[in-house]
């Protein structure tokens, strides 16, 4: 079974559409989290849940939304999609603390 | 902002040691040092943490100075499939609102 599963693997869309991407980990884990990596290879944190309850915003244009129906599951909405969404979202999870993250395998995402 | 300096790359030879360095002089006594690797088009996977002491597990050991200013990952008999970019981290543990800061990482190419 795959800890952190996140749907879909690949996401092309045009410019301005709404799009969501699921995350779903099954490791009993309190904290999960979204992250971006662009073009240049950088993982950036966007979002922390711990227990469905925001702990970490960085700076991300409102026009992306998590929302975590329950500890399991962290999705996160994009609405308005802009050329420069495209990148790679991974989703984490983490226990005791976010101790030790274990990541999916990530969502490309290109807009066009 | 990351607060760990890593060469850039490093090459090794297939069946031999690759030893990593990462430099961090600026951690605080409850931050502990965490590696994880980025096999190409995957998501991040941990691979060791430690505080102060030196670390082994089935996949590596992490060497960590006295003065705790910077540390050694070593993969003991690196293989073709370690071939990824490696991600030194200072962090302090059990702190659900603390993420993970990637840096650039080191990207390591094994040879055959």
């Known amino acids: 079974d795959t800890a952190v599963s996140q749907t879909p693997k690949y996401l092309v869309t045009q410019m301005g559409n709404d799009k969501s991407i699921k995350c779903e980990q099954n490791l009993g884990h309190d904290t999960m989290y979204w992250y971006k990596q662009d073009s240049k290879k950088f993982l950036k944190i966007m979002f922390s849940y711990n227990n469905k309850e925001l702990i970490i915003n960085e700076t991300v244009p409102n026009r992306f939304s998590p929302k975590s129906p329950d500890k399991a599951h962290l999705n996160l909405h994009i609405n308005s999609l802009e050329l420069g969404d495209s990148a790679v979202y991974f989703c984490?999870?983490?226990?005791?603390?976010?101790?030790?993250?274990?990541f999916g395998a990530g969502t490309r995402l290109s807009v066009l | 902002d990351a607060k760990t300096t890593q060469p850039t790359s490093m090459d090794c030879a297939e069946g031999r040691a690759a030893n990593l360095p990462c430099n961090h002089s600026t951690i605080s006594g409850n931050e502990y040092v965490y590696w994880y690797r980025q096999i190409h088009s995957q998501g991040p996977q941990y691979i060791i943490h430690?505080?102060?002491n030196n670390e082994t597990n089935e996949m590596a050991s992490l060497i960590i100075t006295e003065d705790r200013k910077s540390s050694t990952l070593i993969l003991p008999h690196a293989t073709l499939r370690d071939t990824a970019v490696y991600y030194c981290i200072v962090r302090v543990a059990l702190a659900y609102n603390n993420d993970m800061r990637f840096g650039a990482g080191t990207r390591l190419t094994v040879k055959p």
């Open positions: 430690g505080l102060k």
């Open positions: 984490a999870s983490g226990g005791q603390g976010g101790n030790i993250q274990y």
